[in-house]
């Protein structure tokens, strides 16, 4: 079992700054894929950024120019850097990630997610 633990958010005047962090633990062989995702209340869960096993990154349009995906293969943990966030950036924004156990078994595990405020 793989568990994602989630950091960072908290509330951020608009035009702000936030650091998320994710921590992966357990039985990991390697992780080729993580992502950020988020959810706002009555909309659907939606990707934010997301880094490959080749270190290509791919975001959201709306997340463009203003976010930045980043890992430590060492620590097993991921980061996202979000710049001059929004009201409507507003979400529970969680980690994934997928990959290989030690037993050769697929990864793929959400964490329990982290809570993003922007407002004045």
């Known amino acids: 079992q793989v568990l994602l633990a989630e950091s960072g958010g908290g509330l951020v005047q608009p035009g702000g700054s936030l650091r998320l962090s994710c921590v992966a633990s357990?039985?990991?062989?390697?992780?080729?894929?993580w992502g950020w995702y988020r959810q706002a209340p009555g909309k659907q869960r939606e990707l934010v950024a997301r880094?490959?096993?080749?270190?290509?990154?791919n975001y959201a349009d709306s997340m463009k120019g203003r976010s930045a995906i980043s890992r430590d293969k060492a620590k097993n943990t991921i980061y996202l850097q979000m710049n001059n966030l929004r009201p409507e950036d507003t979400a529970v924004y969680y980690c994934h990630a997928e990959g290989y156990g030690e037993s050769g078994n697929h990864i793929g595990s959400w964490g329990q997610g982290t809570q993003v405020t922007v407002s004045s």
């Open positions: 880094i490959n096993y080749d270190e290509t990154t």
């Open positions: 357990g039985s990991i062989y390697s992780i080729t894929t």
